[in-house]
């Protein structure tokens, strides 16, 4: 049973800086693309940043200079840096990857969400 796990979401007043974490954990054999989603409320579930299996990288427009994607293959962990954070960069970040393991092929995984709150 593979599992995604997330860590680092909490309150931070605007311009501060958060620093998400996301690892694989169970028994995996490849991990292709992994990224962050977020959902704020009444919103859709929107894609911030992916990384492929080969490093390259890819943010929304939104983001695009302020946050930072980057993995740890050795870790089965991707990571995504936040600086500059701004209100509404306030929603749940859920984290994302296209994985196989035992017994199965390539298919995607979700996390639970960790919630991110910019507020003063």
């Known amino acids: 049973q593979v599992q995604l796990v997330e860590s680092g979401g909490g309150l931070v007043q605007p311009g501060g800086s958060l620093r998400l974490s996301c690892a694989a954990n169970g028994i995996i054999f490849s991990i292709r693309a992994m990224g962050w989603y977020r959902q704020a409320p009444g919103k859709q579930r929107e894609l911030v940043a992916g990384?492929?299996?080969?490093?390259?990288?890819n943010y929304a427009d939104s983001v695009k200079d302020r946050y930072s994607i980057s993995r740890d293959n050795a870790k089965s962990t991707v990571y995504l840096q936040m600086n500059n954070l701004k209100p509404e960069d306030t929603a749940v970040y859920y984290c994302?990857?296209?994985?196989?393991?035992?017994?199965?092929?390539?298919?995607?995984?979700w996390g639970q969400g960790t919630q991110v709150t910019v507020s003063s």
């Open positions: 994302n990857a296209d994985l196989s393991t035992l017994g199965s092929g390539y298919r995607e995984y």
């Open positions: 990384i492929t299996g080969g490093g390259h990288t």
